[in-house]
């Protein structure tokens, strides 16, 4: 090589050596530290930028959606409602602290001591979103519930750098178990259960306060993959990995000190059991969860407010009760009729309210086929005339108001009064002359005979004797609603519109010895946030505890001898009144035992479109429907169900007027008190006679030793057969001067 050539070489040694040590300048390590903690400084900011910018959101809808809990009095299931979400939210304390650790064990084992975000799972989902592969685990309880709280689940690079960011907002704010008490109540856990209160409930029939150990090792490990690990759906591999699972989480649960080696040892896998279909407002359920709706809207529980969810209503309903309730109406009623091949049958609703006369307490009701067949509840309907089962209360008026007959007697047990078909009332302003049913005469009777045969030309003068404000004043005090009510003689015949609910009440009043029964469905309503105080199902006396047994004391006699016989047994001590509106478009019966006060009622509706009341006439091929036939029928047969069998307990009568048991010696004298079994109306009396009742001619309290009022031998007239006494059907043939009667339907 030449000299020429060695000092091109050495040029080129001199700049490759200066390229290389600019390079070496460039890189050094200190800058390349720099670099480094700058681009630190840089993701710290950002992430500070963001920290700051991101705010702990609101939850999102889904997961503060609750179904609304309904329960029967003994807090067993009736039924779920509301927005399509099965979840009820426990408090943390109500779950056993060993199930807490399930939790735990099975997915995050740092759970008490990190800082609530997996760094390296976090980073591992956000490189295999970026990759494409999707959803990723790894995440801690607090990332968990961050997502199913407040965000979706959605795999986005923008959901999970929020979703770290206010889990550590979270952790700073809020402690582990509000935390955890939040994961376990929002995680979906497979059969419709959104939450552990739900999930105890599909898959072991409890609530999550009565979980064990292993029950909850097992709903700790079906939320990895609910569709996979539910045992009852699960395949071969399914089941082996969730039992995999099972066995891993109380490995954990030994090796965190949560549970001892020897109890572990000793467990084995809860089965759970098998799904069962969700219940919904078929049969009588809807009928009972809208009444309590309707309860708690009174109460200001608005419709709006229950449909945020998260209520837990238990009813008065007893579960023995009602299943008695409907399986008399199916056996005495529904099993007889032939609704497809029946025009009448076709129309035929039931409808019947049962209620503790001690409390106010809505034990059981029937409100008609099936709340998805028949939306209109026939036990709280009131567009039908409770009929003759108003008489009652015109005399429970007559005796609290210690009314008088026009010959100025005081009204009471043993009075007499002309049971004369179409006789026109006297002293009223309203010319009324009601027939009685079947156009039946009676000539004179005591109250207690025509209450026994529900006499309406009786109870017509009755209520003019007593005055029709007066009455109308006694009816609303004892429960019944103020609804077509005017204060005209016709009310005798119970023309106003009432519902079996509100028959309960007030004969549940006379049952209470005169002290107000509300009837009531709501046992309590509880919320996480409030909670609703039930109505006061007993009041203030409204009528006299004399007054009220009396009456009780005469409705004995209807079960015992009257028309309300087909109840009578010597299982338990009963009081009652039939009613069979006008045209036969309702049938009735209202009576109690000591312990239980049941209304039963027949209403026929029209199944056209629209409906419409039509008669009930027929029905089953029985003739005509009345009080005494198909809804005592069904009354009696609840109630020996709803009493076990039967009671010993007797009616605590105080201070009562007892039936008069003999016939006066002689015969009323006064043109509208003379006996008569013709079925011709009577002509209108001079209104200057001394009118149409008169008072034995032995007080009732000269005869303290008159038997009860079973034994009276007051018979009905030939016409008549004893077998069959009447409960106040009027066949709708006016009568003469019957211009207060209402016309059909009315």
């Given at each position: 090589?030449g000299?020429?050539?060695?000092r091109?070489?050495?040029?080129?040694?001199?700049?490759?050596?200066?390229k290389?040590?600019?390079?070496?300048r460039?890189?050094?390590?200190?800058?390349?530290?720099?670099?480094?903690?700058?681009?630190?400084?840089?993701?710290?900011?950002?992430?500070?930028?963001?920290?700051?910018?991101?705010?702990?959101?609101?939850?999102?809808?889904?997961?503060?959606?609750?179904?609304?809990?309904?329960?029967?009095?003994?807090?067993?299931?009736?039924?779920?409602?509301?927005?399509?979400?099965?979840?009820?939210?426990?408090?943390?304390?109500?779950?056993?602290?060993?199930?807490q650790?399930?939790?735990?064990?099975?997915?995050?084992?740092?759970?008490?001591?990190?800082?609530?975000?997996?760094?390296?799972?976090?980073?591992?989902?956000?490189?295999?979103?970026?990759?494409?592969?999707?959803?990723?685990?790894?995440?801690?309880?607090?990332?968990?519930?961050?997502?199913?709280?407040y965000?979706?689940?959605?795999?986005?690079?923008?959901?999970?750098?929020?979703?770290?960011?206010?889990?550590?907002?979270?952790?700073?704010?809020?402690?582990?178990?509000?935390?955890?008490?939040?994961?376990?109540?929002?995680?979906?856990?497979?059969?419709g259960?959104?939450?552990?209160?739900?999930?105890?409930?599909?898959?072991?029939?409890?609530?999550?306060?009565?979980?064990?150990?292993?029950?909850?090792?097992?709903?700790?490990?079906?939320?990895?993959?609910?569709?996979?690990?539910?045992?009852?759906?699960?395949?071969?591999?399914?089941?082996?990995?969730?039992?995999?699972?099972?066995?891993?989480?109380?490995?954990?649960?030994?090796e965190?000190?949560?549970?001892?080696?020897?109890?572990?040892?000793?467990?084995?896998?809860?089965?759970?059991?098998?799904?069962?279909?969700?219940?919904?407002?078929?049969?009588?359920?809807?009928?009972?969860?809208?009444?309590?709706?309707?309860?708690?809207?009174?109460q200001?529980?608005?419709?709006?407010?229950?449909?945020?969810?998260?209520?837990?209503i238990?009813?008065?309903?007893?579960?023995?009760?009602?299943?008695?309730?409907?399986?008399?109406?199916?056996?005495?009623?529904?099993?007889?009729?032939?609704r497809?091949?029946?025009?009448?049958?076709?129309?035929?609703?039931?409808?019947?309210?049962?209620?503790?006369?001690?409390?106010?307490?809505?034990?059981?009701?029937?409100?008609?086929?099936?709340?998805?067949?028949?939306?209109?509840?026939?036990?709280?309907?009131?567009?039908?005339?409770?009929?003759?089962?108003?008489?009652?209360?015109?005399?429970?008026?007559?005796?609290?108001?210690?009314?008088?007959?026009?010959?100025?007697?005081?009204?009471?047990?043993?009075?007499?009064?002309?049971?004369?078909?179409?006789?026109?009332?006297?002293?009223?302003?309203?010319?009324?002359?009601?027939?009685?049913?079947?156009?039946?005469?009676?000539?004179?009777?005591?109250?207690?005979?025509?209450?026994?045969?529900?006499?309406?030309?009786?109870?017509?003068?009755?209520?003019?004797?007593?005055?029709?404000?007066?009455v109308?004043?006694?009816?609303?005090?004892?429960?019944?609603?103020?609804?077509?009510?005017?204060?005209?003689?016709?009310?005798?015949?119970?023309?106003?519109?009432?519902?079996?609910?509100?028959?309960?009440?007030a004969?549940?009043?006379l049952?209470?010895?005169?002290?107000?029964?509300?009837?009531?469905?709501?046992?309590?309503?509880?919320?996480?946030?409030?909670?609703?105080d039930?109505?006061?199902?007993?009041?203030?006396q409204?009528?006299?505890r004399?007054?009220?047994?009396?009456?009780?004391?005469?409705?004995?006699?209807?079960?015992?001898?009257?028309?309300?016989?087909?109840?009578?047994?010597?299982?338990?001590?009963?009081?009652?009144?039939?009613?069979?509106?006008?045209?036969?478009?309702?049938?009735?019966?209202?009576?109690?035992?000591?312990?239980?006060?049941?209304?039963?009622?027949?209403?026929?509706?029209s199944?056209?479109?629209?409906?419409?009341?039509?008669?009930?006439?027929?029905?089953?091929?029985?003739?005509?429907?009345?009080?005494?036939?198909?809804?005592?029928?069904?009354?009696?047969?609840?109630?020996?169900?709803?009493?076990?069998?039967?009671?010993?307990?007797r009616?605590?009568?105080?201070?009562?007027?007892?039936?008069?048991?003999?016939?006066?010696t002689?015969?009323?004298?006064?043109?509208?008190?003379?006996?008569?079994?013709?079925?011709?109306?009577?002509?209108?009396?001079?209104?200057?006679?001394?009118?149409?009742s008169?008072?034995?001619e032995?007080?009732?309290?000269?005869?303290?030793?008159?038997?009860?009022?079973?034994q009276?031998?007051?018979?009905?007239?030939?016409?008549?057969?004893?077998?069959?006494?009447?409960?106040?059907?009027?066949?709708?043939?006016?009568?003469?001067?019957?211009?207060?009667?209402?016309?059909?339907?009315?």
């Amino acid at each position: 090589m030449g000299r020429a050539d060695a000092r091109r070489a050495q040029r080129r040694g001199a700049r490759r050596a200066a390229k290389s040590g600019g390079i070496r300048r460039l890189f050094t390590w200190k800058k390349m530290l720099g670099v480094f903690f700058g681009f630190c400084l840089l993701i710290m900011g950002a992430f500070v930028a963001l920290y700051m910018y991101v705010d702990i959101p609101k939850a999102n809808a889904l997961a503060e959606r609750q179904s609304n809990v309904y329960q029967y009095s003994d807090g067993s299931l009736l039924t779920r409602t509301g927005n399509g979400v099965n979840r009820q939210i426990v408090d943390l304390a109500e779950v056993p602290k060993n199930v807490q650790h399930t939790f735990v064990a099975a997915e995050n084992k740092s759970f008490y001591d990190d800082k609530g975000v997996d760094l390296k799972g976090t980073a591992r989902g956000l490189i295999n979103t970026l990759s494409g592969k999707g959803k990723q685990g790894g995440s801690t309880i607090t990332q968990q519930y961050v997502k199913n709280y407040y965000l979706t689940q959605d795999p986005t690079i923008s959901r999970k750098l929020k979703e770290l960011v206010i889990s550590l907002k979270i952790e700073n704010k809020k402690g582990k178990d509000y935390i955890l008490a939040g994961y376990i109540n929002t995680s979906y856990y497979g059969r419709g259960a959104s939450g552990i209160q739900a999930a105890a409930q599909a898959y072991y029939g409890v609530d999550a306060k009565d979980l064990n150990v292993s029950q909850g090792a097992y709903l700790a490990s079906v939320l990895q993959a609910p569709s996979q690990y539910d045992w009852q759906s699960a395949t071969k591999t399914g089941k082996k990995l969730v039992k995999a699972r099972w066995a891993y989480t109380l490995d954990n649960m030994v090796e965190m000190h949560w549970l001892d080696k020897a109890e572990r040892d000793k467990l084995t896998f809860p089965y759970p059991h098998k799904p069962k279909p969700a219940k919904g407002m078929e049969g009588q359920t809807g009928y009972l969860v809208d009444a309590a709706n309707k309860e708690l809207e009174k109460q200001g529980i608005t419709a709006e407010m229950r449909q945020a969810g998260g209520w837990t209503i238990r009813l008065n309903i007893d579960k023995k009760r009602q299943k008695e309730l409907e399986a008399s109406v199916d056996s005495r009623l529904e099993s007889k009729l032939d609704r497809k091949g029946n025009k009448v049958d076709a129309t035929v609703q039931a409808g019947a309210t049962s209620v503790d006369p001690k409390t106010g307490a809505v034990v059981a009701m029937y409100g008609g086929v099936g709340y998805t067949k028949h939306y209109i509840s026939n036990a709280t309907r009131q567009d039908y005339q409770p009929a003759s089962t108003f008489k009652p209360l015109v005399l429970a008026s007559a005796l609290e108001n210690e009314a008088k007959t026009q010959d100025g007697d005081l009204i009471g047990v043993n009075t007499r009064y002309d049971g004369t078909s179409k006789r026109p009332v006297v002293g009223s302003d309203t010319p009324f002359a009601p027939e009685n049913e079947d156009d039946q005469s009676y000539g004179s009777v005591t109250v207690q005979k025509a209450m026994n045969a529900s006499i309406n030309s009786v109870f017509a003068q009755m209520v003019v004797d007593v005055g029709p404000p007066a009455v109308k004043k006694t009816a609303l005090a004892l429960g019944v609603p103020d609804k077509n009510f005017p204060e005209r003689p016709a009310i005798t015949l119970g023309t106003m519109n009432a519902s079996t609910w509100d028959m309960a009440g007030a004969y549940a009043t006379l049952d209470n010895h005169g002290k107000k029964v509300t009837p009531f469905i709501v046992k309590s309503a509880e919320h996480r946030d409030r909670s609703v105080d039930p109505v006061k199902g007993v009041g203030s006396q409204v009528i006299s505890r004399k007054s009220a047994d009396t009456v009780t004391s005469v409705l004995t006699g209807v079960v015992d001898s009257g028309s309300g016989r087909a109840a009578n047994t010597s299982a338990y001590e009963a009081a009652g009144k039939t009613g069979t509106s006008e045209n036969n478009k309702s049938a009735w019966f209202a009576a109690y035992t000591p312990e239980l006060t049941t209304v039963v009622a027949l209403f026929g509706e029209s199944p056209k479109d629209g409906g419409g009341q039509v008669s009930l006439t027929g029905t089953a091929n029985s003739g005509r429907a009345n009080g005494g036939g198909f809804p005592a029928e069904i009354w009696a047969d609840y109630t020996l169900g709803a009493l076990g069998g039967g009671s010993s307990a007797r009616f605590d009568l105080e201070d009562v007027e007892r039936g008069q048991s003999t016939l006066p010696t002689s015969p009323p004298t006064t043109p509208s008190q003379t006996a008569t079994t013709d079925t011709t109306p009577s002509k209108s009396p001079d209104t200057s006679s001394k009118g149409p009742s008169q008072t034995p001619e032995v007080p009732p309290s000269q005869s303290p030793d008159v038997p009860p009022p079973s034994q009276s031998p007051d018979v009905p007239p030939p016409s008549q057969s004893p077998d069959q006494p009447g409960d106040g059907l009027s066949s709708g043939r006016p009568g003469q001067n019957s211009a207060d009667r209402n016309p059909p339907g009315q």
